[in-house]
């Protein structure tokens, strides 16, 4: 093994004497010099924004995003930055605002935005800038706050991109009712007259499986002369339940002038190709995946990467990795989990431990999610001495364990039938930071309740229930009715038929998606 370290008790027995971790040298990369050509326009009084020096805005973003202590927040960077005798502009600000978004800041992104609320006599916010506010309250503080913002705003700035920042965040919440409701509105107010709502829409019914909705939201679009867009298309697609149907919907696609598929197309048609073990049609597709990559895109090389490996073809996940890396100096977190995560599929464990040597070496804060790949996979060999030893040493290279984290050792010490250790870790999970939104896969909690049963612990599996409670989960009501809650009621073997018929089935790794997330995330990223 190319990992080396010391196997010591589990976290929850001590929290000292961390295992000694050899690091590689670090990774040089060769650093490459960028130009670009702008165009001379002339602004004949207006401003002229392709002039505008793209340094000021970066190296402010830089400061925010780089910050040591993150809780002082945005507001000190720009206070200390206008101290400094800079003045900031509203385009410069926005742009800082869009980049936070890009890398998900949004908590910092929100406070660049109430810094400029603070100072209204220098920046007049539009109702572009009020649902970029909406979207990220709902974000940063949920959804109820960004009702209540939506309530405070004057009607003259409530056009039809604030209540599309409201329906998207009733969507990413998956508050399909409010959403139903407002997207009637939508309609009735005229503001449903372009594909992005009926998209939002359709990436809820994706998200809940409700796959015979998002045929209906297609014909309303037809009906009513709505052109499809990409996103339209590629939603279509990917709730094709078989590759006749979805070759089906391609073909009409191809027929569309105004529609290239692009590659998050082909992705999805690959993941179904994959999923029935069609991988010579599948490789197809993932080579139009590769062509149609543009400029400084890194997203499709990490679905290449994932894709592949979901093939078992190693020889090409090396390929893509090594272009990969020789375009782009500086891999992110992204992309070296959908390698590691790779290796893992294919069964190249000592590889993946050196993607994840080198990943050690230049990381610039440690990803818990990428350390969960190892730690599951020597669960999942039956190596949990390892795995507890692997969690110490996450911990010492700067991770904070997250509820997967937990979760996996919660999986592997219900598999050697260590019922009260099993139900820690899950504890440590629900405590987790950033726990909000966790649900355990149901497969894991059919292992520990068949486990409660072969010991007759009535106890504990309270417990569990108990903590399954806390956190919600049992408000969900497809997940609630996984444990028989009706009659107070539950067992291993019921969970484990009814994951099937509500679709929650958690074999696959954290991060991994079903080919519909592809696009999801990708238009949801887009709005």
């Known amino acids: 093994m190319l990992l080396q370290f010391t196997i010591s008790p589990p976290l929850h027995q001590q929290l000292s004497g961390f295992p000694s971790f050899t690091l590689p040298r670090s990774v ?39 910050m040591e202590n993150p809780e002082m927040g945005s507001a000190s960077v720009l206070n200390q930055w206008e101290n400094e005798g800079k003045r900031l502009t509203k385009w410069e600000l926005c742009r800082v605002v869009k980049e936070l978004r890009k890398f998900k800041r949004f908590k910092m992104a929100l406070e ?191 679905y290449l990467i994932s894709l592949y490996g979901s093939t078992g073809n ?53 990803d818990p999610r990428i350390g969960n790949l190892l730690l599951s996979c020597y669960v999942k060999e039956g190596f949990l001495e390892k795995a507890e030893g692997f969690l110490d040493h996450m911990i010492e290279a700067g991770g904070k364990p997250n509820s997967t984290t937990w979760e996996i050792l919660a999986e592997g010490n219900t598999g050697v039938k260590k019922i009260s250790d099993a139900l820690s870790c899950f504890k440590r999970a629900v405590l987790a930071e950033g726990s909000n939104g966790w649900k355990p896969k149901p497969v894991n909690v059919s292992a520990f309740l068949d486990l409660c049963e072969e010991e007759a612990d009535t106890a504990t599996k309270e417990a569990l229930m108990g903590l399954l409670r806390q956190v919600g989960c049992l408000e969900d009501e497809p997940y609630a009715s996984l444990f028989g809650l009706h009659d107070g009621s539950v067992t291993g073997n019921e969970l484990s038929n009814e994951k099937d018929r509500t679709g929650a089935d958690n074999d696959i790794d954290e991060d991994e998606d079903d080919g519909a997330e592809t696009l999801l995330n990708q238009f949801q990223s887009g709005l």
């Not at 010099?33 to 505008?52: K, L």
């Not at 993946?352 to 070496?361: D, G, N, R, T």
Request: glycine share 4%; net charge positive; proline share 3%.
């Open 28 to 66: 040089n990369y060769r650093k490459h010099s960028i130009t670009c050509s702008i165009s001379q326009i002339h602004s004949y009084g207006t401003v002229d924004y392709e002039r505008r020096p793209l340094v000021k805005w970066n190296a402010v973003y830089r400061r925010i995003s780089l």
């Open 112 to 302: 660049v935005y109430e810094w400029m609320n603070n100072r209204g006599e220098r920046f007049r916010l539009s109702s572009s800038d009020a649902a970029i506010q909406l979207d990220l309250i709902a974000k940063v503080c949920g959804v109820s706050s960004a009702e209540d913002y939506f309530s405070r705003l004057p009607d003259t700035l409530k056009d039809k991109r604030i209540y599309g920042a409201l329906l998207n965040a009733y969507v990413q919440a998956k508050m399909r009712d409010k959403a139903e409701i407002l997207i009637e509105k939508l309609r009735n107010k005229g503001y449903a007259t372009t594909p992005l709502p009926f998209n939002v829409m359709m990436t809820l019914y994706m998200n809940l499986k409700e796959l015979d909705k998002v045929q209906s939201m297609i014909l309303e679009m037809m009906n009513k002369n709505i052109q499809l867009d990409i996103y339209s298309y590629n939603i279509w697609l990917s709730s094709c339940e078989s590759t006749e149907r979805m070759e089906q919907v391609f073909e009409q696609m191809k027929l569309e002038r105004t529609i290239n598929p692009n590659w998050t197309t082909f992705s999805t048609m690959a993941t179904m190709y994959i999923k029935l073990g069609q991988f010579e049609k599948a490789e197809e597709c993932l080579k139009k995946v590769e062509s149609r990559i543009t400029n400084r895109d890194r997203m499709p090389y990490h």
């Open 314 to 366: 190693k020889a090409e996940v090396d390929r893509v990795w090594n272009i990969y890396k020789s375009k782009f100096p500086n891999i992110p977190n992204l992309g070296y989990h959908a390698l590691i995560s790779s290796l893992v599929r294919v069964g190249d464990l000592e590889g993946a431990e050196k993607i994840y040597e080198e990943w050690l070496s230049i990381k610039s804060s440690y």
